[in-house]
């Protein structure tokens, strides 16, 4: 009797934890799609704004570059303070302040106030690479898997960002383009702090040993090429996530309405959740560092065949493209994971997304600079070849990893 009640109570207990660890992964996946959401309403919205305020597309564009500047700068502290502090908390101020940023962005009286919120939504929106994706890695039992959803969830918000802001904007103008989307932030953040547990591993408990352990010289190499993968990579995905509605508009050809552009643009960056599913589904046959080189050849090779493309076929070569970007991106995180230590992996990812991101400000400058100098031709020459860059450090990291992983001894299994 007393044997059943243990076994029943043991049952409620894991199934209570699995119910908690559901949980706390949905409200993840949710903030993925809302970060990348809300980091890409401004480029749809420029837009339409051209109009309105008699601006060029390369004036209003760079209104947002303090915003994507941001987006890779706090990453850094957001890292640290969840480390120290509290992952669960930093997630909430993510919730609240990107909702307020977003309301103040819809109030905005000028386009310089309007510039204002949208790097406070940079600040805000920082906050989740570095400490949701450290959390992933800390809850998941499924690692490939659970990343790879993440992913789609985040490639969703960008997929969705220009279709859905084109929608507002058309409905209730460009102000409830941000406005609805910040309301939605500030009632969600309510509910994960009345849903979500506090942690139940603080960072006094977090494990200091990572999964494979490295020599300093193969450590040293491998964390470099990762600032230069972290550096391409961030100039590949922020041009070309930002730039595509324009690409899309100019290229396609026919004078397309607003609407047909984002949702074209939609149907593009979905090409890149299909990705993703795949790619949880591969890490788990191949090994992640070689896939990771496999992935970046697939790449460059895409955005290679963008730069002279025009209307159907160039939707197909951007499709490409947007699903390589993403299944690197799914790569990259686990490569990291594998690596770096339960304790210090929030400040890792801060480091990886800071380079990603602060780049982000240099991919909308390079925009507006190239653009006006040679058009889309130029733009995606330019990031074609930093594309190339980008593959050469991957196929380092994966010679590096594959020595490493060759020299591995494995841990005896202890007997039953």
Not at 24 to 34: S, V
Not at 160 to 177: K, N, V, Y
Not at 362 to 387: E, H, K, N, P
């Amino acid at each position: 009797m007393a044997s059943d009640t243990f076994s029943n109570r043991t049952d409620s207990s894991v199934a209570g934890s699995s119910s908690r660890r559901r949980l706390a992964i949905g409200f993840l996946n949710w903030a993925h799609a809302l970060d990348h959401f809300f980091i890409l309403i401004f480029p749809t919205v420029a837009i339409g704004l051209e109009a309105s305020y008699g601006r060029s597309y390369s004036d209003l564009i760079a209104l947002s570059t303090a915003s994507f500047i941001a987006f890779g700068l706090f990453s850094l502290p957001a890292g640290w303070l969840a480390d120290r502090w509290s992952r669960r908390n930093m997630m909430a101020a993510f919730y609240f302040g990107c909702g307020l940023s977003l309301v103040g962005a819809a109030f905005a009286p000028s386009l310089w106030m309007l510039a204002a919120a949208l790097f406070a939504l940079g600040v805000f929106a920082a906050i989740y690479h570095p400490v949701g994706t450290a959390m992933l890695i800390e809850t998941a039992t499924q690692r490939g898997r659970s990343l790879a959803f993440n992913g789609v969830c985040g490639n969703l918000g960008v997929s969705l960002a220009a279709g859905i802001t084109a929608a507002l904007t058309a409905a209730f103008s460009w102000r409830g383009a941000f406005l609805v989307p910040g309301v939605i932030a500030i009632a969600t953040g309510a509910a994960y702090v009345w849903l979500a547990p506090d942690e139940e591993r603080h960072a006094s408990k977090r494990s200091s040993a990572p999964d494979v352990a490295l020599s300093m010289p193969a450590a040293v190499a491998i964390f470099a090429l990762f600032m230069v993968v972290a550096l391409t990579a961030g100039l590949v995905f922020n041009t070309l996530t930002v730039a595509l509605p324009k690409i899309v508009d100019e290229r396609i050809g026919g004078g397309i309405p607003l609407v047909v552009v984002g949702g074209l643009s939609t149907a593009v960056f979905l090409c890149g959740g299909l990705a993703q599913i795949a790619v949880g589904r591969l890490v788990e046959r191949f090994p992640p560092h070689l896939l990771f080189a496999a992935i970046a050849l697939i790449q460059f090779a895409g955005v290679a065949w963008a730069v002279r493309a025009t209307g159907t076929t160039l939707l197909v070569a951007l499709a490409v493209t947007m699903a390589a970007i993403y299944g690197q991106i799914t790569v990259n995180d686990l490569v990291i994971a594998r690596y770096t230590a339960d304790a210090w992996r929030g400040r890792v990812y801060a480091v990886r997304y800071f380079f990603t991101f602060m780049v982000s400000g240099v991919a909308v400058s390079m925009i507006a600079i190239l653009y006006g100098r040679g058009g889309f031709d130029l733009v995606l020459g330019v990031t074609a070849a930093v594309a190339l860059a980008l593959f050469v450090a991957v196929v380092f990291i994966a010679v590096i990893a594959n020595g490493v992983e060759k020299t591995r001894v494995p841990h005896p299994v202890p007997a039953e």
